[in-house]
T-cell receptor, first 111, second 114 residues
Framework: SQTIHQWPATLVQPVGSPLSLECTVEGTSNPNLYWYRQAAGRGLQLLFYSVGIGQISSEVPQNLSASRPQDRQFILSSKKLLLSDSGFYLCAWSARGYGYTFGSGTRLTVV | AQKVTQAQTEISVVEKEDVTLDCVYETRDTTYYLFWYKQPPSGELVFLIR??????QNEISGRYSWNFQKSTSSFNFTITASQVVDSAVYFC???????????FGSGTQLTVLP
């Protein structure tokens, strides 16, 4: 069966520090991968999605970047965090839109 | 472009009451998929159901039921005999045939009081 792992679960980082959140999927090949952010107030905003290794599409201009170095690995990064980067980050995968499965999320607080 | 509207921001009911969460999906595509997710306080998004645009049959799963009406673009979710554990934020989401990612509604916060 397919599983998705996301870590860390919580993170407190100072402003200006770098960020790296990792997401891995097991039990499937060539999944579509996604990073969503949920700021206070619940709305889910798509940040990046990837349909293959090295293929990244950005939905909104921001202080973040994403990379997909391996088929089932998706990384969200920042060189210098801003206060506005605080939020709940969710990784997800789908098999060409059939269903989206989400990771358990990372709660990031930038102080 | 696609748009998902969940007009109810917050709903509060007393345990054992039935409650319906509304969702309206707008798209120009004739082929699309609709989803409902539950987000408990822990934060994880839990998949509840997926429905394609060609299937208008209502679906029931235990205390949960879903009513899809293509004519009104609505995909409503009913919880029968609600329980405190149903308290969560519920998201409706849509995926059109031409899109590559889910579009979420703004969510409905359901609180079930004992």
């Amino acid at each position: 069966s397919q599983t998705i792992h996301q870590w860390p679960a919580t993170l407190v980082q100072p402003v200006g520090s770098p960020l790296s959140l990792e997401c891995t999927v097991e039990g499937t090949s060539n999944p579509n991968l996604y990073w969503y952010r949920q700021a206070a107030g619940r709305g889910l905003q798509l940040l990046f999605y990837s349909v293959g290794i090295g293929q990244i599409s950005s939905e909104v201009p921001q202080n973040l970047s994403a990379s997909r170095p391996q088929d089932r690995q998706f990384i969200l990064s920042s060189k210098k965090l801003l206060l506005s980067d605080s939020g709940f980050y969710l990784c997800a995968w789908s098999a060409r839109g059939y269903g989206y499965t989400f990771g358990s999320g990372t709660r990031l607080t930038v102080v | 472009a696609q748009k998902v509207t969940q007009a109810q921001t917050e709903i509060s009911v007393v345990e054992k009451e039935d409650v319906t969460l509304d969702c309206v999906y707008e798209t120009r595509d004739t082929t699309y998929y609709l989803f409902w997710y539950k987000q408990p306080p822990s934060g994880e998004l839990v998949f509840l159901i997926r429905r394609n645009s060609f299937d208008e049959q209502n679906e029931i799963s235990g205390r949960y039921s879903w009513n899809f009406q293509k004519s009104t673009s609505s995909f409503n979710f009913t919880i029968t005999a609600s329980q405190v554990v149903d308290s969560a934020v519920y998201f409706c989401a849509g995926l059109s045939g031409s899109a590559r990612q889910l579009t979420f509604g703004s969510g409905t916060q359901l609180t079930v009081l004992p």
